[in-house]
């Protein structure tokens, strides 16, 4: 099993612009979750999902959408990436949100 | 309001030496905690995990409490080694609420020297 799998491992963009990070997942976990983690703040709940198509908002949803079409993807969209959004982005799974939470090995985002 | 509070922020000991990492919780209900380790650009990786009714769990080296009564965990690294430096994340999920809640400590980041 590969686990969690996220790409890219680093991006940088411009103000303005708009990317995906991509999560993937083989465990047949139906929780998946987003997460940014920024110095001296911890890790942030962005949204999450608890199975394929249901998905909700989390701590700090605004700039950021995700859908979930599949069970193994949970894909995390920002629409129009803002310096404020840089930070380091971890997405999660789960059999459930209070099961031991599997974790990928991050997305480094600046954006300019 | 629900919160993790985690203590010290920051902790340096010298490799050989014990070490106790406090969490404290205002979360209710309350249905488990969780300590996870992260090393530096790595993603979380889970220690232990308390259930209302536990009061220790030992994973290794690794030691947790839980006193359930005045919301206070804690985890007890014995004999540190040098992999032991990451940061320790206290993690708490509520009982009863929205599915996806969980509610994350801050973290202690320790460093050990040889």
């Known amino acids: 099993n590969a686990g969690v799998t996220q790409t890219p491992k680093f991006q940088v963009l411009k103000t303005g612009q708009s990317m995906t990070l991509q999560c993937a997942q083989d465990m047949n976990h139906e929780y998946m979750s987003w997460y940014r983690q920024d110095p001296g703040m911890g890790l942030r709940l962005i949204h999450y999902s608890v199975g394929a198509g249901i998905t909700d908002q989390g701590e700090v949803p605004n700039g950021y959408n995700v859908s979930r079409s599949t069970t193994e993807d949970f894909p995390l969209r920002l629409l129009s990436a803002a310096p404020s959004q840089t930070s380091v982005y971890f997405c999660?799974?789960?059999?459930?949100?209070?099961?031991?939470?599997?974790f990928g090995p991050g997305t480094r985002l600046t954006v300019l | 309001k629900n919160q993790v509070e985690q203590s010290p922020q920051s902790l340096i000991i010298l490799e050989g030496k014990n070490c106790t990492l406090q969490c404290n919780y205002t979360v209710s209900p309350f249905s488990n905690l969780r300590w996870y380790k992260q090393d530096t650009g790595r993603g979380p990786v889970s220690l232990t995990i308390?259930?209302?009714?536990?009061n220790t769990k030992s994973n290794g080296r690794y030691t947790a409490t839980l006193d359930a009564d005045t919301k206070q965990s804690s985890l007890h690294i014995t004999a540190s080694q040098l992999s032991d430096s990451a940061s320790y994340i206290c993690?708490?999920?509520?009982?009863?609420?929205?599915?996806?809640?969980?509610?994350f400590g801050r973290g202690t980041q320790l460093t050990v020297w040889p």
């Open positions: 308390m259930t209302f009714s536990e």
């Open positions: 993690v708490v999920r509520p009982r009863g609420s929205t599915l996806g809640r969980l509610y």
């Open positions: 999660a799974s789960g059999g459930r949100a209070g099961d031991t939470q599997y």
